[in-house]
């Protein structure tokens, strides 16, 4: 039985004073949650986590990482950085990165490599537009997603990644994906997984993103191969993140 896994993913959002705030009231309201928690955060709050988080349930991590090691890569942050201040997690591909950074599926695909080189937990994110969807090309355009980090990976690294299943069209808007929809999506998911290595396939969770919230989290978790949620907008607010992680 997988654990589920609920990931905020504050974006370009927060200040010390606000995150102060989000952070005491998550681990004030978690109790003894069920599932995993983490946030995922600005660079220039790694410091603050690192202190906030010490010692409680919540894990944390960033929204993106250099593929590079280290070196002359102006503006860009590093694995080891990262694990400098005792993060976790790393959001790769988020459809926000691939869209206005230019962000290929191979180059996710190294990140993916170095953030698990490196004992970080890879978030992979994939999804369709919305007119890859009407054109019916959901399947196709998200399977070379994950195919791309897949080849990149030996049967064994396939394990320790977290999938991240985010439909452009519901991220930010308003718009779910319905329960089935994901569930189709998630269960192809597993399937490519599981032609490399069925062990690890079972192990791996998929998360689905995309507006997802407090009264549309449960449905979407009670999937069989739904196993948590990317939450973006509704991680911001302490008491819309504690009810999502209820209901997982
Ligand atoms: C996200 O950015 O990963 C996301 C899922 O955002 P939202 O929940 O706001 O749709």
């Known amino acids: 039985m997988r654990r589920k896994l609920i990931a905020g993913n504050w974006k370009m959002n927060g200040s010390q004073a606000a995150n102060a705030v989000l952070l005491q009231g998550i681990k004030d309201g978690l109790g003894n949650a069920a599932c995993a928690v983490a946030v995922c955060v600005p660079a220039p709050y790694f ?18 990482l250099s593929v590079h090691e280290a070196g002359a890569y102006t503006g860009e942050v590093s694995a080891a950085m990262l694990l400098d201040f005792g993060c976790a997690y790393a959001i790769v591909g988020h459809s926000e990165r691939r869209t206005y950074h230019g962000e290929s599926n191979e180059l996710v695909a190294q990140k993916t490599v170095r953030a698990l080189k490196s004992g970080l937990t890879p978030i992979v994110c994939v999804g369709e537009s919305l007119a890859e969807r009407e054109s019916g090309n959901t399947a196709a355009v998200v399977g070379a997603q994950v195919d791309a980090v897949l080849a990149a990976l ?30 189709e999506v998630h269960a192809m998911l597993r399937a490519r997984l599981a032609a490399k290595n069925p062990a690890a396939a079972e192990r791996v969770q998929i998360l689905y993103g995309g507006s997802m919230k407090p009264d549309n989290a449960k449905e979407l978790l009670a999937m069989p191969d739904i196993d948590g949620g990317l939450i973006g907008g509704a991680s911001l607010k302490a008491a819309d993140f504690l009810a999502i992680v209820a209901a997982a």
């Open 47 to 64: 410091a603050q986590c690192q202190s906030a988080l010490a010692g409680s349930a919540v894990g944390w991590g960033a929204q993106d």
């Open 154 to 183: 030996s049967g064994d690294e396939l394990g320790n990644i977290v999938i991240a299943y985010e439909p452009v069209w519901a991220i930010g808007t308003g718009k779910t994906a319905t329960p089935e929809m994901a569930q």
